[in-house]
């Protein structure tokens, strides 16, 4: 059961984690209802009960379904790999507890080296201003972050705070403006996500070094926190990172900050945190347009050197639209199978290689859709959709409209007829006949409307 749970665990959290705070857990005997496990510190005992109580409780339970409690006690555990030393078994609430009381009661825990590690994180060196591909969804925050790189600290853009969903390009900024005053020699440049800055607050904490970390975080010029939304119900680390905060700008010096939300709209932030952050310079990056989808996949296409078919960037352009993160993992997967197989990049290549991204990304499509994508490929009007007019401008792309819509959806032939200004079913038949004929003819043709199958496909 033990090593079940284990393995369950590591997979949930992570390796890093797990190792930190998870790997020297030991179980000790199960009576009745309730199983024990070990940890080798006060300060673990709390930290694990905290964050991993409840999920502890739901895995043991999920085991052995008589187990309704986890207990946690400081000792040296049975199966933990400590050798000798008698066991100090304290006893202690059960869990699961509330909320996690993590950053108190460490202090008597023995010095350890970990908080003296470098400050910040490494700047990953892909991202920078040239690479970051820019259009209308970001580029309020692309000249913000411009600015700030430029010129820090200025009046009205500290702090800067940069917002917008998953995958938006907020870490790939907050690192370019990191490597431009890096590269400019200028100042000082400290960035970590939130997670990381709770982790040091702690482990400072732990090894009564709060003082050093303080200082360290107060001489840097620039500090920039990544993902900020992790501190809602951190209240602990949140008042450090207020009072760290304050400290730097009123020094004068530059904070970036990003989150998922706005300002205001991180509630479970301090109150007065949030109006701090929201003094500065807020940016939002919204979601890619079509536009900006097709720019970065031509940048990433070039800058691999593989020769990627306009035809494919649209495809991945029209079907990947959840966040550009998704869009270049679909993009190098494609490029690491050229590279590996030496075949060229098709659009049959890509819909199986991409079998699996493509099919996350489907949605059941309507005949209203497939109306509207057929209209603007064609350029006509979606009225014309359901409109008398007989001309081939108009005719053909409705004809091709009713051929996807039997294709593509699972509406019988007068349904379709009906969503086409009441047509008869007869004219449905005739215009899938239509459609296939000249597709057999015409291989331009076959090409459009083999695209707009798979734009649409489901
Ligand atoms: P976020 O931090 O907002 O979740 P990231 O900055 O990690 O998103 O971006 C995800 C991936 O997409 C990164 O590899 C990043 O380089 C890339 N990316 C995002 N936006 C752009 C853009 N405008 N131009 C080029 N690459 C981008
Ligand atoms: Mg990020």
């Known amino acids: 059961h033990w090593s079940r749970i284990c393995a369950r665990l590591k997979a949930e959290v992570g ?72 066991a100090t078994a304290e006893s202690h609430p059960a869990a699961p507890v509330a909320a996690p009381v993590v950053e108190a009661a460490v202090v008597e825990e023995p010095r350890t080296a970990e908080v003296r590690s470098d400050l910040a994180a490494p700047l990953d060196p892909r991202f920078t201003f040239e690479t970051f591909v820019v259009g209308k969804p970001n580029e309020f925050a692309y000249a913000c972050a411009r600015r700030v790189a430029e010129r820090p600290s200025s009046p009205g853009f500290n702090p800067l ?28 440049v400290a960035y970590m996500s939130a997670e990381k800055f709770m982790y040091r607050f702690i482990a400072a904490i732990r090894s009564q070094s709060t003082m050093e970390f303080k200082e360290q975080l107060r001489s840097v010029d620039v500090l920039m926190i990544d993902d900020l939304q992790f501190l809602i119900g951190k209240d602990n680390t949140q008042e450090e990172f207020f009072h760290t905060f304050n400290a730097l700008v009123d020094a004068g010096r530059q904070i970036v900050v990003s989150a998922d939300k706005s300002p205001s709209d991180l509630s479970g932030l301090e109150d007065r945190l949030r109006t701090r952050l929201g003094c500065g310079m807020v940016a939002d990056i919204h979601a890619t347009t079509f536009e900006l989808r097709i720019s970065i996949l031509e940048a990433k296409a070039t800058a691999s050197g593989v020769d990627v078919p306009a035809k494919v960037l649209e495809f ?27 075949r060229p990049v ?13 099919k996350a990304n489907n949605r059941r499509v309507t005949i209203e859709e497939i109306q ?32 996807l819509s039997k294709q593509l959806t699972s509406r019988s032939l007068p349904e379709i007829g009906r969503k086409f200004g009441n047509r008869d079913h007869t004219t449905v038949i005739y215009a899938v006949r239509r459609v296939m004929e000249l597709m057999e003819q015409d291989p331009a043709f076959a090409e459009d409307v083999e695209l707009l199958r798979r734009m649409l496909e489901s």
Request: aromatic fraction near 6%; charge should be neutral; proline fraction near 3%.
């Open 161 to 188: 705070f940069l917002y917008g969903g998953v995958g938006l390009g907020k870490t790939h900024l907050m690192h370019a403006i990191g490597s431009e005053l890096v590269r400019e020699g200028r100042v000082s």
């Open 372 to 403: 509207r994508k057929v209209a603007e490929h064609w350029n006509i009007r979606l009225t014309d959709m359901s409109s008398a007019r007989r001309s081939t401008v108009v005719a053909r792309p409705r004809q091709v409209a009713m051929y």
């Open 346 to 358: 098709t659009l049959e290549a890509t819909q199986d290689v991409l079998h699996d991204i493509l």
């Open 316 to 342: 991945l352009a029209h079907k990947i639209t959840s966040n550009v993160r998704e869009l270049e993992g679909a993009l190098n997967r494609l490029i690491a199978h050229a590279n590996l197989f030496g």
């Open 15 to 86: 390796e890093v984690e797990y190792n930190t705070w998870l790997r020297q857990m030991g179980v000790g005997p199960v009576e009745e209802d309730e199983i024990t496990l070990y940890l080798p510190t006060r300060f673990l005992r709390d930290w694990v009960r905290g964050q991993y109580g409840d999920r502890l409780g739901a895995l043991w339970h999920a085991e052995i379904p008589a187990i309704r409690r986890v207990e946690l006690q400081v000792a040296r555990g049975p199966s933990s790999s400590a050798e000798g030393e008698a």
